[in-house]
């Protein structure tokens, strides 16, 4: 990791006491930068962190100059963002977060595209593309549509459009969201590469934490102020002897004990690792721990923090990010074992074909009353496909399908009627306010009068969307129309929840409850069929299905996928560590998990 020094001279990007202001009509204009000031440097990577509406985003559009500061000033390798932004556009590599590409263009059509705009001599772009077609895996696939590659395919793409004209600096936002984690390992080392290569600086903003510990520099961004910055080392120094795993006994579940954790006093974080309860404590006091869990028999080992913990304890808990308690489950809440038997979701020999390709083959797999069942994979692997066909919204080419009782294929209209679906792009109407959201979404699922109202206020109650029931859908911050689009497709109270990538791009708070509420409806028995590409989440679930080129990969509980990547060089593998081992097919096919489908 380089070192990053007080050299002026090394100084790629730099902000004084910058300030930006949005108008709202009839309301105070909203701050999303309050007096920034810091820098980035050549040769580094340099982090950007913070909660959803912490300003990242808004700082990364001034410096790319396609905002202006409302006070301020930003320069980009000594020139200024607003009055030299053409300049800076021909020597900075910009991606933005929703990729920046041509959909109907190819992959080689996008990069010609951006090597005009960037003025790259015709002479200079045959070494230039291979290169960089080398470094993103993407030679293969030049005339493939840019619309038609995998998330992660896209990503690469796109980094490697704004590496075309060989940037002085890149700037990238959040540029690991939702894709898996061997496209985030592929593209983090290109993205090292050319620091340690070419010496250019990196100034990133990134939404999981695991990233920031990789930067050189961390600078943590809270309602538009910059509330931290140093190594991820001086953030993690301060968390000695805060951090706890708490192992479960055979009394309580891994999921039991981590809602039992969750908001306790002296509790500030709790998260599920590798089957134990991760805890960090608001002082380095374990006996709080022991306090909590009574008289339950449960480990306690006192262990070395990350950054992500050390950035759990500094965020203040504000009204944006309210704990959850109404759907906690009790102490004697039924576990895995004793859940129904009822399939409520049932596929046999599942397939889909477009044209002559088989994006899903021969899957079979059930999924039981009350249980998270998580369908995980490489990006292009088929889970969207095979989501959209369990919710109806795809017809299938062979196999079956049963959902709530019902033969998708014959009675798509009863099964979609007792599920609900949440879509992995926000997908409410953004112009209408959430009162007209709730009310619409109601009566689309056949409720009205009393229901519908009586239905409405459980919602507003459950998801603390009361005050902002006259608010825009698109004016509500990320972890509220995460909130929004949960209680619409739970308003006719299905008997299974459809998630598709429910927590991408939304915030480690959000992300914490979230999975608080997906436990505890599933507690009182909602099934949950889910996919995500945070591994941890994985271990939320009570069993997952991993999928490559639309074929089972290994099915199995946490613990079972889990162990197949175990090695006596790594005895206690992480789900990250476990997917990777099974995308690059490191694991012979014999030891894959059934699940005892």
């Known amino acids: 990791m380089t070192e990053v020094k007080n050299d002026t001279s090394q100084v790629v990007l730099s902000a004084s006491a910058v300030c930006k202001e949005f108008p709202v009509q009839g309301k105070p204009a909203v701050k999303a930068l309050d007096q920034v000031t810091l820098a980035a440097h050549k040769g580094a990577v340099t982090g950007l962190v913070g909660a959803d509406g912490a300003g990242k985003t808004t700082l990364i559009r001034i410096a790319a100059g396609l905002l202006i500061p409302t006070a301020g000033k930003v320069t980009l390798l000594g020139l200024d963002s607003v009055e030299d932004s053409l300049e800076i556009q021909s020597r900075v590599g910009y991606m933005p977060q929703k990729f920046g590409l041509y959909q109907d263009l190819s992959v080689m059509e996008n990069m010609n595209l951006y090597a005009d705009l960037q003025g790259v001599a015709m002479g200079e772009r045959k070494e230039r593309y291979g290169r960089l077609l080398e470094m993103t895996d993407l030679a293969r696939y030049t005339k ?91 953030f993690t120094a301060t968390m000695k002897g805060r951090v706890c795993l708490v192992t479960p006994s055979q009394k309580i579940s891994g999921r039991g004990l981590y809602t039992r954790l969750a908001g306790s ?102 999924v039981k009353r009350g249980e998270i069942f998580g369908l995980l994979g490489p990006n292009g692997a088929g889970k969207s496909t095979t989501f959209r066909m369990l919710c109806g919204l795809l017809p299938a080419s062979s196999g079956e399908i049963q959902v709530a009782g019902h033969d998708l294929l014959k009675s798509r209209a009863q099964a979609r009627a007792r599920l609900g679906y949440m879509a992995q792009q926000f997908s409410l109407y953004g112009q209408l306010s959430v009162a007209e959201n709730l009310s619409f979404f109601g009566k689309v699922y056949g409720l009205y009068g009393k229901k519908l109202k009586e239905r409405i206020g459980w919602a507003y109650n459950e998801f603390s969307l009361g005050d902002w029931r006259d608010t825009s859908a698109f004016g509500l911050p990320g972890g509220y129309k995460q909130r929004l689009a949960m209680a619409a497709a ?90 990777i081992c099974l995308a690059e097919g490191r694991v012979p096919v014999s030891q894959h998990g059934n699940g005892g489908e």
């Not at 006719?492 to 959000?510: K, M, N, Q, R, Y």
């Open 490 to 579: 739970l308003l006719h109270e299905p008997d299974i929840l459809f998630l598709d990538e429910p927590t991408s791009g939304v915030d480690p708070f959000a992300r914490r409850e979230f999975w608080l509420r997906i436990n505890g409806f599933a507690e009182q028995g909602v099934t949950v069929v889910v996919t995500t590409h945070f591994m941890e989440e994985a271990e939320y679930c009570d069993r997952m299905l991993i999928m490559s080129q639309g074929e089972t990969l290994a099915m199995g509980t946490p613990a079972e996928i889990r162990d197949l990547a175990k090695s006596p060089q790594n005895p206690r593998p992480t789900m990250d560590d476990a997917f």
């Open 144 to 234: 493939r549509r840019a619309g038609a590659l995998s998330g992660g395919m896209k990503q690469k793409l796109g980094l490697a459009c704004a590496l075309i004209k060989s940037p002085e600096l890149l700037l990238l936002d959040e540029p690991t969201v939702g894709v898996d984690p061997v496209s985030r390992r592929e593209l983090w080392k290109i993205v090292y590469e050319l620091v340690e290569k070419d010496g250019i600086g990196v100034f990133v903003s990134t939404a999981y934490l695991d990233e920031a510990e990789r930067c050189d520099h961390v600078l943590v961004l809270h309602q538009g102020k910059l509330m931290a910055e140093g190594a991820p080392e001086k």
């Open 265 to 366: 006093r002296g509790v500030v974080d709790t998260t599920i690792r590798s089957g134990r309860v991760r805890a960090v404590l608001g002082a380095a006091d374990p006996s709080v721990l022991h306090a909590v869990l009574g008289g339950l028999d449960a480990e306690v080992e006192v262990v070395e923090p990350h950054f992500e913990d050390a950035f759990m304890a500094m965020i203040p808990r504000g009204h944006d990010h309210v704990e959850v308690v109404s759907e906690v489950a009790p102490d004697n809440a039924p576990t895995h074992a004793a859940k129904s038997s009822d399939a409520l979701v049932h596929t046999h020999d599942l397939g889909k074909m477009f044209g002559d390709f088989a994006a899903v083959k021969n899957l079979s797999f059930s």
